[in-house]
């Protein structure tokens, strides 16, 4: 059983469009963290969250960490094909697990 | 600062054969993850280590695996006689420490096929 559950676990849009995946824990962390895999490499950090209610943008991405600190959102905004990859949040405490993750796929 | 440093970036082994997967963490750091990842799937932890210690190996299976993380030299991943279902891209990444706001910062993998 993941300790971090990602949804949802496949994710294929046409360019322009909105999305949102989410990242759900019934453990309370001290951080959240957002990576991003594309094919043939490792992951590589978006964003780290910290505060309970916190919102993080980076250009169209937006990052939201749950009041509870248990659970997190990304939303992209009209999304590009280069967004395409698997997006991974982390849990942290006094270490970090991964969710399975979300593969994205924008199509032109 | 090199990155995290895997080798081999890609293995081949017969069934039976013994695999050995390296991760040289980047410099300063202590903390050391390793996860598996099979097409199309997303991460599984494997096991956490710090110098000279596990931490957490709950996510490797009893038999055939095992990890180390050495005072000096790199982190090893050992898998004695393998079988198909254990090819695998396998990740390790590495932390300065444990806690809030900590960035991983992870290797290009090391992908192995058993034949």
């Known amino acids: 059983t993941q300790l971090l559950e990602q949804s949802p676990q496949f994710l294929s849009i046409q360019e322009g469009e909105n999305l949102t995946v989410y990242c759900n824990s019934s453990s309370v962390f001290s951080s959240l963290q957002w990576y991003r895999q594309e094919p043939g490499e490792g992951p590589v950090l978006l964003v780290t969250v910290v505060t309970g209610g916190e919102v993080k943008k980076l250009k169209r991405l937006t990052f939201q960490f749950g009041d509870a600190r248990k659970d997190s959102s990304l939303h992209i905004t009209a999304a590009q094909p280069g967004d395409t990859g698997l997006y991974l949040c982390?849990?942290?405490?006094?270490?970090?697990?991964f969710g399975a993750g979300t593969r994205l796929t924008v199509k032109p | 600062n090199a990155g995290v440093m895997q080798n081999p970036r890609h293995l081949v082994r017969r069934r039976g054969q013994e695999a050995r997967l390296r991760c040289s963490p980047m410099k300063g750091h202590s903390h050391v993850y390793w996860y598996r990842q099979l097409p199309e799937e997303g991460l599984k932890f494997m096991v956490y280590l710090q110098k000279e210690n596990i931490i957490d190996e709950s996510g490797m299976p009893k038999e055939r695996f095992s990890a180390e993380f050495p005072k000096e030299g790199p982190s090893i991943l050992r898998i004695q006689q393998v079988v198909r279902g254990d090819s695998a891209a396998y990740f390790c990444?590495?932390?300065?420490?444990?806690?809030?706001?900590?960035?991983?910062?992870f290797g290009q993998g090391t992908r192995l096929t058993v034949v």
């Open positions: 982390a849990g942290v405490n006094n270490d970090m697990r």
């Open positions: 990444a590495s932390s300065p420490l444990a806690g809030i706001g900590t960035e991983a910062f």
